[in-house]
Nanobody
Framework: QVQLVESGGGLVQPGGSLRLSCAAS????????MHWYRQAPGKQRELVAT???????NYADSVKGRFTISRDNAKNTVYLQMNSLKPEDTAVYYC???????????WGQGTQVTVSS
């Protein structure tokens, strides 16, 4: 069964940190490009961070210098370390895996991140 399961969301104060995890199963994780997206209420889903199978990374301008994406292929898991969180980071965060060779696109169920005092 192909599955991505996010965890690590929650309520945090401005300036705080959270680490999101996304555990994959049923796929050959190491060859997938992995993304983190987020969607705030009333807004479109936006791409936050990307990590390729070769560990190349890319970030949205709004999170550069604050968020770090990483992967552990031995654990079939991708992470998003979020530091210096702001209220505008509040959203549901989704993990997404893409493999253009087998044309597969897999989504997790999302995890809520709320930044508020």
């Amino acid at each position: 069964q192909v599955q991505l399961v996010e965890s690590g969301g929650g309520l945090v104060q401005p300036g705080g940190s959270l680490r999101l995890s996304c555990a994959a199963s049923g796929i050959r994780f190491s060859i997938y490009t992995m993304h983190w997206y987020r969607q705030a209420p009333g807004k479109q889903r936006e791409l936050v961070a990307t990590i390729t199978s070769r560990d190349n990374t890319n970030y949205a301008d709004s999170v550069k210098g604050r968020f770090t994406i990483s992967r552990d292929n031995a654990k079939n898991t991708v992470y998003l370390q979020m530091n210096s969180l702001k209220p505008e980071d509040t959203a549901v965060y989704y993990c997404n895996g893409v493999n253009t060779v087998v044309l597969r696109n897999v989504w997790g169920q999302g995890t809520q991140v709320t930044v508020s005092s």
